[in-house]
């Protein structure tokens, strides 16, 4: 092979050392030659295809995979055809070889994709890493793009992105984005999603008080203007780039003025080339409602796991009152916080009150919400994700009128489908038109807005759907129905599941469709290296499968 990018004596001998190593079977030692190498020269593709076959023979094989792949997208840009062919060829073999191995699983390869970056941050080679990461997470094969998503990697994307920002502007700074958070992904996490909430506080038009909090989030971790664009570019919908942008401007320019220049230019840029300018900021609601907040934690509460499933001998329970109680499972002091903070300014009924109820360290979804439904005497229970973010704040209100005039729905939710196939997977329906939604849906490297109602002559301000599907992120009752904690105790299908527990007693589920945005919801992007979500379909189906 020839590299045109290096061709000293040095890296020849290295190569040829830890060549005759591997002709030897000495996989091992040949990988530490060779590490020391790509800590040198880390973007010689010869290395690093060596160092994919040796991870390969040491049976790591999700490494091998991403190490091939980086090798020839360095061949592919040097023009190095011939050698991109042969690398083609180990990385086909690799796949061939591999089709049933666990290790190729998408959480392994995730890992493997992940370190491998991390790595070559630690030997300070942003650009080329940047470059191959965003191949991988943009690659036109979907289910290599979705392999290559994951929390971790795209807050490394994202870390890059700032640096190429922070690297090419005018504006110079003393530590680019990794020094300034030592390189630690973890305390970048954490900045990025504060520095995300702080944000949407100012699109969806909260109170100026949380508003200002994002210049103590900035002076906090010495947060760059380029910084706060590119969080801002995956966070907010593009329509409304530069009203967030000048309205982040006015609330920081005092007090960290540095980055407001920054940002403003970015508002100059995109205004001119008409980029994110056709949508406002949610106009600014003041309102605090005096909701209180009752935290319990499941373990204190002593409940044998196997012991809870009481669904054969429990009833429908109707509380007479007006009282309305907002229950989200949580595992996360931001996310707990945050989620308040919206809930805190809805408006409050006048023959209401409003308990807001966050349940701690529960094994399950179901298995939490059965404790906050037992523990709460109100008429009306909303059941949401700890990263759902009610943004109307007239929600209360509509969702009480809707059950007094349709006491057969029992249960209303934001997000689903009219029609359930027989694989109990509502999203696998081929017809889009059975899907209803109303939220902003932040998918990590983009929020998009989408309301199917939008364009339905049938819905005005405010109507019904009959739904087959809930999905579990907003989900609201007038009656309490035992959640199947018995069949789903984990994260998934208890949702749908519940849904089909209000047919069968009877009710008939609904979606309720508005004009005007209801939510924003996160979607996660975890992955796990043991997948239960087929074990609870089946077990969905199973059991319900008369329904479907």
Known sequence: MHNSEIDSTNVNSIILDASTLMDSLHFNDALGIIDNAISIYANNYELIYMKAICSEHLNNLATAYYLYKLSIYIAQYENQSEDVAIIQASLNQLCNNSDNSEELIPYNLNKALENIIKERI????????????????????????????????????????????????????????????????????????????????????????????????????????????????????????CDVIINTYDTIKASNEKAADCIFKYYTQFKNSNIGNKSACMRIISNRNNATITNLDYLDYNIKYAETNLYAN?????????????????????????????????IVPDSSDLNIIAVHNAPSMAAGYNLAMKQSNAHYKIYIHH?????????????????????????????????????????????????????????????????????????????????????GIFMVTDTDIQWRDDLFDNWHFYDISQTMEFKK???????????????????SITKHPISYYENYRKIFVSNYSNML
């Open 122 to 241: 630690l030997n300070n080679e942003f650009v080329f890493t940047f470059k191959f990461l965003d191949s991988c997470i943009y690659d036109s094969n979907k289910t290599a793009a979705n392999i290559a998503i994951s929390e971790n990697t795209t807050l490394l994307y994202i870390m890059l992105e700032v640096y190429m920002h922070e690297t090419s502007c005018d504006t110079t700074y003393d530590n680019h984005i990794f020094k300034r958070y030592n390189y630690n992904l973890d305390a970048f996490k954490h900045a990025s999603r504060l520095l995300r909430f702080m944000l949407r506080r100012i699109r969806f038009g909260l109170d100026c008080t949380y508003q200002q909090e994002i210049n103590n989030i900035i002076k906090l971790y010495n947060i760059s203007g380029e910084e706060i664009i590119t969080t801002l570019k995956y966070c907010i919908d593009v329509d409304c780039w």
């Open 314 to 346: 429990t009833s429908i329970v109707k509380h007479n009152n007006q009282d309305i109680a907002i229950i989200f499972c949580t595992n996360d002091k931001d996310y707990y916080n945050e989620c308040c903070c919206y809930l805190k300014r809805l």
């Open 387 to 471: 990263d759902t973010f009610i943004i109307d704040t007239d929600i209360l209100n509509k969702l009480i009128h809707i059950f007094s005039i349709n006491p057969d729905i029992g249960l209303i939710g934001n997000s689903g489908s009219l029609n359930i196939p027989s694989d109990g997977e509502w999203w696998s329906d081929k017809n889009p038109s059975n899907w209803c939604y109303n939220l902003f849906q932040d998918n990590s490297l983009q929020t998009n807005y989408t309301n199917s109602y939008i364009n339905n002559s049938s819905c005005n301000d405010i109507c019904i759907k009959p739904a087959s599907a809930i999905d």
């Open 505 to 523: 007693n009877g009710y008939t589920p609904a979606f309720i469709c508005t004009s005007t945005p209801m939510l924003l919801h996160e979607l």
